[in-house]
């Protein structure tokens, strides 16, 4: 059964740092992609970044381009969003993903079939 539990969530000031972590189990791991999304209240779920397990290459959305940056350690199963730079606007809830299909850095949330449960992140002005 596939399991994946975010935590690293919390309240930090504009300008300030904080890095999420998604620890995974139950997958074959080379054979995925593993996403993040968010969602703010009221809006539509949104795709942040995506890194493949195998070779790691990565892709953002242009909202964090050069602010965040997703990364993964393979042994630990654990894929990483450090976020610096923070905005108000990235306020939001921050779910990861994970999509089957590995070669795929997909954008669209239809195509991961598994999800965290989500954590918080607040950012003060």
């Known amino acids: 059964q596939v399991h994946l539990v975010e935590s690293g969530g919390g309240l930090v000031q504009a300008g300030g740092s904080l890095r999420l972590s998604c620890a995974a189990s139950?997958?074959?791991?080379?054979?995925?992609?593993m996403g993040w999304f968010r969602q703010a209240p009221g809006k539509e779920r949104e795709f942040v970044a995506v890194?493949?397990?195998?070779?790691?290459?990565?892709a953002y959305a242009d909202s964090v381009k050069g602010r965040f940056e997703i990364s993964r350690d393979v042994a630990k199963t654990t894929v990483y969003l450090q976020m610096n730079s923070l905005k108000p606007e990235d306020t939001a809830v921050y779910y990861c993903?994970?999509?089957?299909?590995?070669?795929?850095?997909?954008?669209?949330?239809?195509?991961?079939?598994?999800w965290g449960q989500g954590t918080q992140v607040t950012v003060s002005s």
């Open positions: 993903a994970a999509n089957p299909r590995g070669w795929n850095l997909g954008r669209d949330r239809t195509v991961y079939d598994y």
């Open positions: 139950g997958l074959t791991f080379s054979s995925y992609s």
């Open positions: 890194v493949r397990w195998s070779g790691g290459s990565t």
